[in-house]
């Protein structure tokens, strides 16, 4: 099984401000996504692929990287970016997410 | 718009069962595989099961082989999920996902909650 490690698990960012959130996998993958679980609410996904969009996900959210270390960036944090982001891999079943990173306001 | 809606969550007894249902609209719903992931509360996400378009391909994660078997029917919207011999650590809200993978709709979950 992938493992999945996301960094920091808190990151304290004002608004406005870049927030940069990290995932490494314990082998090369072929796909990652991530996605934003707002208190209460179900998961969303911004990014596949590594890096591409999901629809109707605005362009303030960027996912990079490549084989075992990958990076989501959301360039100017909005009140509604504040949230739990996880990392998730469908390169090997069973799919495996990473435990999270809390972004919170500063 | 896509709208997934889970139903079937509850409080059960260790060993004993529960069938969980998503009836699915807004989509053509035998074009996508659909997944059923859950969380345990306060936790992290876990993917349990996935199928194909037409139910003959099935994934089930090892912690609920031989336990929870996903299945669909194509002429109701629906895919299920059921959940045998369940144990306290299947707590969890369980979510209803389209998609194989990287899950692009998701339901508001059913929370299934096992204990004595």
């Known amino acids: 099984e992938i493992v999945m490690t996301q960094s920091p698990a808190t990151l304290s960012v004002s608004p406005g401000e870049r927030a940069t959130l990290s995932c490494r996998a314990s082998q090369n993958l072929g796909g990652l996504a991530w996605y934003q679980q707002s208190p209460g609410q179900a998961p969303r996904l911004l990014i596949y692929?590594?890096?591409a969009r999901a629809s109707g996900i605005p362009a303030r959210f960027s996912g990079s990287g490549s084989g075992t270390d990958f990076t989501l960036t959301i360039s100017s944090l909005q009140s509604e970016d504040f949230a739990v982001y996880y990392c998730?891999?469908?390169?090997?079943?069973?799919?495996?997410f990473g435990q999270g990173t809390k972004v919170e306001i500063k | 718009e896509v709208q997934l809606v889970e139903s079937g969550g509850g409080l059960v007894q260790p060993g004993g069962s529960l069938r969980l249902s998503c009836v699915a609209s807004?989509?053509?719903?035998?074009?996508?595989?659909m997944s059923w992931v859950r969380q345990p509360p306060g936790k992290g996400l876990e993917w349990v099961a996935n199928?194909?378009?037409?139910?003959?391909?099935?994934n089930h994660v090892d912690s609920v082989k031989g336990r929870f078997t996903i299945s669909r029917d194509n002429a109701k919207n629906s895919v299920y999920l059921q959940m045998n011999s369940l144990r306290v650590e299947d707590t969890a809200v369980y979510y209803c996902?389209?998609?194989?993978?990287?899950?692009?709709?998701w339901g508001q979950g059913t929370l299934v909650i096992v204990s004595s």
């Open positions: 807004g989509l053509r719903f035998d074009y996508y595989w």
């Open positions: 199928i194909n378009e037409d139910g003959s391909e099935k």
């Open positions: 998730q891999q469908y390169d090997n079943w069973p799919w495996t």
């Open positions: 996902a389209r998609d194989k993978a990287a899950a692009g709709a």
């Open positions: 692929g590594a890096s």
